[in-house]
């Protein structure tokens, strides 16, 4: 299966940013792209259970830790060495 036909869904912490990311994704040409519309506090709000990857119910301080950016120094240089 091809990477761009694989199911992507974008979330953020309020719905905003993940809509733009998938339109970015839909415009780079993957075809099964959604956003969370309410994002991760409307998820909470409608008091959906937040769960880690395992299973796990998280609190909403646990699950905002995953929205955290978690750039790696080798990253930042990559990106800093192809705009130089």
């Given at each position: 299966?091809?990477?761009?036909d694989?199911e992507v869904?974008?979330i953020?912490?309020s719905?905003?940013?993940?809509?733009l990311?998938?339109?970015t994704?839909?415009r780079m040409g993957y075809?099964n792209?959604?956003?969370?519309k309410t994002?991760?506090?409307?998820?909470?709000?409608?008091?959906?259970?937040?769960r880690?990857?395992?299973?796990?119910?998280l609190?909403?301080d646990?699950?905002?830790a995953?929205f955290v950016?978690?750039?790696s120094?080798?990253q930042?240089?990559s990106?800093?060495?192809?705009?130089?």
């Amino acid at each position: 299966m091809d990477a761009r036909d694989r199911e992507v869904i974008t979330i953020c912490r309020s719905g905003n940013r993940s809509i733009l990311a998938a339109h970015t994704l839909q415009r780079m040409g993957y075809r099964n792209v959604v956003s969370l519309k309410t994002g991760l506090r409307g998820w909470s709000d409608y008091e959906r259970p937040l769960r880690h990857g395992a299973g796990r119910t998280l609190s909403l301080d646990e699950a905002d830790a995953y929205f955290v950016p978690r750039v790696s120094a080798e990253q930042l240089a990559s990106a800093f060495a192809m705009n130089a």
